[in-house]
């Protein structure tokens, strides 16, 4: 006992320190806060520079407007906060979201998702990715952001920006008046002559120095040493003295006579404004010229001359990247302006147009009816050149501006919603056609690209190319618009070798029309196969197989054989056992190669008549089935099951959807039910969980009388472009009579198939069943052994359909 409490003390003194110390401890080992910054709605993933970064969105994105590209995965000019909505990451009262930045992509679909529209875009640097703002365990984001800086264009160093002045000429007059100048301190002096006046006055120079602006572009003004210059200062000097006594024509010097497109302008006293700053060179009148010129000559300079210039005549003047065309600082200003002149001068045109018109006669004629006072020129204030709004978003950076794919004035479509369907071109590649026809081949195929309007919403092609094998020049999904094919089919060289079409039709039938390579599943499969001459192979089974497999085939044979040639065609006939239906509709024969361009409009509207494209219909997809299910007491319930997975692998082997094969059930005893009708289930999953929830009903058996009653609430109701089929299965004889019943649907045109198990009558089973009862009347002694059936059911289903004439 003594020893013990000796041996207490001790170890409470070291508990006690022991608790002591590990509180300093723990405080020190506790995990720091994740601070979430804040970013507006408009902030780009581009404009942060982290590869991974957390941020906390505001409410009210949505009504910013600012613009998403991609679904999924983003363009990094996108909203980060529009894209996280998109995503469903948040909703429109904002949250925290996690943004993960990855490589470009070749193309961002648009969609809508969320109550928010994105838009495609063809290629962009790098996309992101947006993901619920909740980092992972021990991961700690940057409590900052780091912003990528607006890069600078012109920037002058080492000097102070001068005051431009602006000289305004008061030209002679004939008529008299007092010259009124007035120098409001932003603008520039300006005369105001009353048309009524009759006073004389000297010519007169007034010069103001106007307050000092930010100019959009900061350029110095160039001498006209350049050759551009000094060839328009020569056109300008002939044009002046071939008018004569001073007189000249209000026309912008250029270096060649094209004429403005647009209308007169009224005043013809009033020239057009100029930004103040920009790369212009205002030339005086020579000496020996007549001092009443009613317009100083401006030349203005193109973007690549006007740099080169700036570095020979500045050396303090930073330069934009080569490629940035023209930029601007975000931190400076238009001119401000006031009066008349403060107004645009052209409302109706683009800034890119009045930029380029400059170069253009632009006659300041008037078309007032009274007399015009064309001897007094005033300069109003300058108006600046303002940027283009840029084609994809108005809220891009400077430098992101710079760097967008430039737009053609011609917006992309979507392509001919009538002509929705997935076209493989076949292009002979042998060493027969040559170079030259390989090169109207190709073009023929380009010129076929613009015609049939190229997009996701019409139809899409991609190119095969044979010879001794085939090879994929480019997938369905490669190029979604006709611009892009183009250049595409252009870049196509020969490979070579025989004409083997047939091997070229084994290769799409097994690989090409794929979803991998953009088949859409509901738009029709064509394949148009250009031959010269005729094929080195056989075509014929390689062309059933595919057409068995939904594929329409066309034939287009240039300079076919002629009655001397037959003799070496390979397999005589050949176009008849390729195309689709030998009705003439699918084949295409051209006397020349020079006379391919005519097949043009022919061919495309063939191939985009898609109610006669016939063989897209297939013995899988074409087909409203009814099930016709015994449910009397003799089955029970555990066969009854049995007999539901049967009626699932039978519905399995089909292409379900509205357009492809319907299905329906009806289960009868005494009395019948309709279990669901053809399109209930439009598609596959939910159609096998519709069959798996039927009950087991139990009662009498009454064939005859389901028979009917599956005439009038399935038959009635199927589309006329598809195949009737009915299967009845049943265990035991009929009380009623089921003769009348069965040949009534025959009559209609419904091919009907019996399956009878144990107790079924043979008798019955014949005369349910379709000629010959062979083919369609299957016994078997158990419900078990019913799945044996399955493929037999299907491929006779399918050889039917194949064996089809085909005219």
């Not at 089955?635 to 509205?658: C, K, P, Y």
Request: positive net charge; hydrophobic residues 30%; glycine residues 6%.
């Amino acid at each position: 006992m003594l020893l013990r409490a000796p041996l207490t003390a001790v170890w409470l003194a070291l508990l006690l320190s022991y608790g002591s110390e590990a509180k300093p401890n723990g405080s020190k080992n506790k995990k720091p806060k994740q601070v979430v910054p804040a970013i507006e709605c408009d902030i780009r993933a581009g404009k942060i520079n982290l590869p991974e970064f957390i941020a906390k969105c505001p409410s009210d994105c949505k009504q910013t407007k600012s613009q998403v590209y991609g679904t999924g995965v983003f363009a990094s000019i996108s909203s980060i906060c529009n894209a996280a909505i998109h995503s469903g990451v948040i909703t429109n009262s904002g949250g925290k979201v996690i943004v993960r930045k990855m490589a470009g992509q070749n193309i961002y679909k648009g969609s809508n998702s969320h109550g928010l529209r994105s838009l495609s875009l063809p290629k962009w640097r790098e996309s992101f990715v947006v993901s619920v703002g909740k980092p992972k365990k021990g991961v700690i984001y940057p409590s900052s952001l780091d912003y990528i800086p607006s890069r600078p264009t012109y920037s002058k160093t080492g000097q102070k920006e001068t005051k431009a002045p602006v000289v305004t000429t008061v030209m002679p007059a004939t008529t008299p008046e007092p010259t009124r100048t007035t120098t409001p301190p932003p603008t520039t002096a300006t005369t105001t002559p009353p048309p009524t006046t009759t006073t004389t006055l000297p010519p007169t120079t007034t010069t103001t120095t106007a307050k000092p602006r930010a100019a959009v572009h900061k350029a110095r003004d160039t001498d006209s040493s350049h050759p551009y210059f000094a060839s328009v200062a020569a056109a300008s000097s002939a044009r002046q003295s071939q008018n004569g006594h001073g007189k000249v024509t209000a026309q912008a010097i250029r270096g060649g006579t094209y004429t403005s497109r647009f209308p007169s302008r009224a005043k013809a006293g009033i020239r057009r404004p100029e930004a103040v700053g920009s790369p212009t060179i205002r030339r005086q009148p020579a000496p020996g010229h007549h001092s009443g010129t009613a317009f100083n000559r401006v030349v203005q300079m193109f973007p690549a001359e006007r740099n080169q210039q700036q570095q020979q005549n500045n050396p303090n003047v930073s330069q934009a990247a080569p490629d940035s065309g023209y930029t601007w600082s975000e931190a400076e200003t238009a001119p401000e302006m006031t009066g008349k002149s403060a107004r645009d001068p052209r409302p109706d045109i683009s800034e890119y147009e009045r930029w380029y018109y400059n170069f253009g006669q632009y006659p300041p004629q008037s078309t007032d009816p009274e007399p015009q006072d064309t001897t007094h020129t005033r300069v109003g204030p300058v108006d600046s050149w303002k940027p283009e709004v840029n084609p994809f978003d108005s809220g891009f950076s400077v430098r992101e501006q710079d760097s967008l794919p430039r737009a053609d004035p011609e917006p992309v479509t979507q392509g001919d919603p009538n002509c929705k369907v997935d076209i493989a071109w076949l292009m002979d590649g042998s060493w027969s056609i040559g170079k030259r026809r390989f090169k109207i081949q190709k073009d023929f195929l380009a010129e076929v690209a613009q015609v049939i309007n190229v997009g996701m919403a019409g139809p899409m092609m991609g190119v095969i190319q044979y010879g001794d094998d085939p090879v994929t020049e480019f997938s369905l999904k490669a190029y979604t618009n006709s611009r892009e094919l183009k250049p595409a089919i252009d870049k196509i060289t020969q490979k070579g070798g025989m004409s083997n079409v047939g091997k070229a039709l084994s290769y799409i039938n097994k690989h090409y029309f794929s979803d991998a390579n953009g088949n859409r599943g509901g738009a029709p499969n064509v394949a148009v196969v250009l031959v010269d001459g005729w094929p080195t192979d056989k075509v014929e089974e390689a062309s059933r197989q595919a057409r068995e497999s939904g594929i329409n085939i066309f034939f287009v044979t240039i300079e076919g054989p002629d009655e001397n040639e037959k003799q070496n065609v390979v397999e005589p006939n050949f176009v008849d056992k390729a195309v689709c239906r030998t009705n003439g509709f699918y084949s295409l024969p051209v006397s020349s190669w020079f006379a391919l361009r005519k097949a043009v409009q022919p061919l495309v509207k063939r191939v985009c008549d898609t109610d006669r494209l016939v063989c897209s219909k297939t013995c899988l997809n074409a087909n409203d089935i009814a099930f016709v299910i015994d449910g009397s007491s003799s089955v029970g319930t555990g066969n009854f099951r049995t007999v539901l997975q049967f009626v699932a692998n039978i519905t399995r082997e089909f292409e379900i959807s509205d357009t492809d094969t319907r299905v329906g059930a009806v289960q009868y005893t005494y009395e019948q039910r309709l279990e669901f009708a053809f399109g209930q289930h439009n598609n596959k999953a939910d159609l096998l969980n519709a069959i798996k929830r039927i009950n087991y009903w139990s009662g009498g058996t009454s064939t005859g009388a389901a028979i009917t009653y599956a005439a009038e609430q399935l038959f009635s109701k199927s589309k006329p472009n598809k195949r009737k089929i009915m299967i009845v299965i049943t265990d035991g004889r009929s009380y009623d009579d089921v003769r009348a019943p069965a040949l009534a649907v025959h009559r209609q045109g419904v091919i009907a198939y019996s399956i009878g198990i144990a107790w079924a009558a043979q008798d019955e089973l014949e005369y349910i069943a379709t000629d010959p009862d062979k083919e369609h009347s299957y016994f078997v002694d158990e419900f078990d052994s019913l799945y044996k059936f399955v493929p037999k059911v299907v491929n006779n289903i399918c050889q039917e359909f194949n064996s089809q004439p085909r005219n």
